[in-house]
């Protein structure tokens, strides 16, 4: 099905259409990471509907508009936005292959603490993996680390 | 956008009438549904979420953020075999916000399905 030009429409709107329209993405891939040393790895799970929206194209904003929007919310003072424009009248970007989509959402959802040194230091902060990859049962869930058979 | 009808009021032969507004600013802005592997079942205006441990989801992300950290949170957890389990929340921000699921006892601890909601202001 073919994306409606949606450049300038509010991005809630698109992504209405794409509820309505677009079959729910269901994808394998987990992201973990440790962003503290006192707490379990955490593991980031993509959404299916907004996994849809990526891989369609023309619905998303440019990642570089979240990075624009947190910036505003880490201001002392922040009350609310004054850019949320930039969601809705950037262009939207094109479709995404399903690891390009992953990669979006390491930069959109993970701290960048994590993901803009994730394989400095003795071991990796980040690894993506398949949810087959990660333990089947949640026992000893808040134990759960990065491996460090993965250390470089 | 095609299809679009602009309206202020809606009105009904005999109930009577209702602002738009009522519409617009009473939907729930987000919500999701996940099981307690934290596979999303379905969902509206969530691009992620991030497992943080036992009871603990971490981080619920949208992709249309909201205006302010105002915003309210609503949410039910529960498990097929009993009925124990409530939300809490932490740390809201307009991108994200974080969810718990206590029993009765105040235990952390993971529900068969939860689901969670957001009313409030768009960015």
């Known amino acids: 099905m073919q994306t409606p030009d949606f450049k300038g429409t509010h991005l809630f709107d698109r992504l209405c259409w794409a509820k309505e329209n677009l079959e729910p993405v269901q994808s394998d891939y987990r992201v973990v990471y440790e962003d503290s040393i006192d707490e379990c790895a955490k593991i980031l799970v993509p959404d299916l509907n907004w996994m849809a929206c990526a891989m369609q194209g023309g619905i998303l904003p440019p990642v570089w508009v979240y990075w624009e929007l947190a910036k505003d919310e880490s201001q002392p003072g922040f009350t609310k936005h004054t850019r949320g424009h930039l969601l809705h009248e950037t262009e939207p970007v094109g479709p995404m292959t399903e690891e390009e989509a992953i990669e979006y959402l390491i930069q959109k959802d993970i701290p960048q603490s994590v993901w803009q040194n994730w394989d400095e230091g003795n071991r990796p902060k980040m690894v993506i993996c398949r949810k087959q990859q990660l333990p089947q049962t949640r026992e000893w869930r808040n134990a759960w680390r990065i491996s460090d058979e993965l250390a470089a | ?123």
């Open chain 2, 1 to 123: 956008m095609a299809g679009t009808i602009a309206a202020d009021t809606l009105t009904h032969s005999t109930a009577g009438s209702i602002a738009t507004n009522y519409v617009v600013e009473g939907s729930a802005k987000a919500w999701l549904n996940h099981n307690n592997a934290h596979t999303l079942l379905d969902s509206f205006n969530i691009s992620s979420i991030t497992d943080g441990g036992t009871g603990i989801t971490n981080s619920v992300t949208f992709t249309n953020a909201m205006n302010n950290d105002d915003y309210a949170i609503s949410g039910f957890a529960g498990n097929t075999t009993n009925d124990d389990g409530f939300f809490c929340g932490t740390g809201i921000a307009t991108t994200n916000f974080s969810a718990r699921i206590r029993t009765h006892n105040g235990n952390l601890n993971d529900a068969n399905i939860s689901c969670l909601m957001a009313h409030g202001d768009l960015a």
